[in-house]
């Protein structure tokens, strides 16, 4: 990201795939974020990151609490386990959707992962992974 930003290369679609190339070919490994993490990496693209954010964001004719769900992911503060326990609101960031997945097939409920924003909207919750599938195929 810092690379992206020191040489512009985030408004110009082209200087940002030169880098990601670039980047790309650094490390060796194409399964990881050029900047960090997705989002960064999301948010960095021409017309796909911040401008689209902020047409939906700005968009009177979606609810205001699909706006207000979007901020909240955005700004980290949607109300998971995570979050919660870093505001000392609950004991334990693990996923309460995994142990309940773990505990209805009889599995140990140790090692969850944690529940954020991005674990809970992805296949690899235990409890959310046929939803989320099912979402992605559209079915
Ligand atoms: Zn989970």
Redesign the pocket.
């Known amino acids: 990201m810092a690379t992206a930003l020191q040489h512009g290369t985030w408004m110009d679609e082209e200087g940002f795939k030169r880098t990601c190339i670039r980047e790309k070919k650094k490390r060796g490994d194409i399964h990881q974020p050029f900047y960090g993490t997705w989002v960064a990496d999301f948010m960095l693209r021409q017309d796909a990151g911040r401008s689209m954010l902020g047409k939906y964001l700005s968009d009177k004719k979606i609810s205001w609490w699909r706006r207000r769900r979007l901020g909240m992911a955005v700004a980290g503060n949607t109300p998971t386990a995570s979050f919660l326990t870093k505001i000392g609101k609950m004991q334990s960031a693990g ?1 309460r ?2 142990k309940i997945a773990r505990e209805a097939r009889g599995d140990s409920t140790d090692g969850l ?1 944690d ?1 954020t924003h991005g ?2 909207n992805s296949a690899g ?4 992974a046929t939803t989320v599938t099912v979402a992605h195929h559209s079915i």
């Open positions: 996923c959707l995994c992962a529940e674990h809970i919750c235990e409890g959310m």
